[in-house]
Nanobody, 126 residues
Framework: QVQLVESGGGLVQTGGSLRLSCAAS????????MGWFRQAPGKEREFVAT???????YYAHSVNGRFTISRDNAKDTVYLQMNSLKPEDTAVYYC????????????????????WGQGTQVTVSS
């Protein structure tokens, strides 16, 4: 069992940056694959980025080159550095976790993850 708490959201202008954090409870964080998803008003939740237990990363095409996912296993935290933000990045961002030790598979579906945070709002003004 793991609990996830996101932070770092806010209001930023187009072209600005934000760093989201997701703090996980539990003693086995390093064995989890972690993901970031987002949901804009009136739209379905969509995949943003994922990182494997060993640090491999994969991104949605829409954020590739602008966003960076990383993890600090010593702090039980995963991050999403978001640069060159656009108004279309406006959404509630969710952190997700899946127990997946020794796999290098990149999980991009919402159903792939067992645990979710409560979300943090990111608003990019034009």
């Amino acid at each position: 069992q793991v609990q996830l708490v996101e932070s770092g959201g806010g209001l930023v202008q187009t072209g600005g940056s934000l760093r989201l954090s997701c703090a996980a409870s539990g003693r086995t964080f390093s064995t989890y694959a972690m993901g970031w998803f987002r949901q804009a008003p009136g739209k379905e939740r969509e995949f943003v980025a994922t990182i494997t237990w060993s640090g491999g990363t994969y991104y949605a095409h829409s954020v590739n080159g602008r966003f960076t996912i990383s993890r600090d296993n010593a702090k039980d935290t995963v991050y999403l550095q978001m640069n060159s933000l656009k108004p279309e990045d406006t959404a509630v961002y969710y952190c997700a976790a899946r127990r997946d030790y020794q796999s290098t598979y990149y999980y991009t579906g919402s159903d792939d993850y067992n645990y979710w945070g409560q979300g943090t709002q990111v608003t990019v003004s034009s």
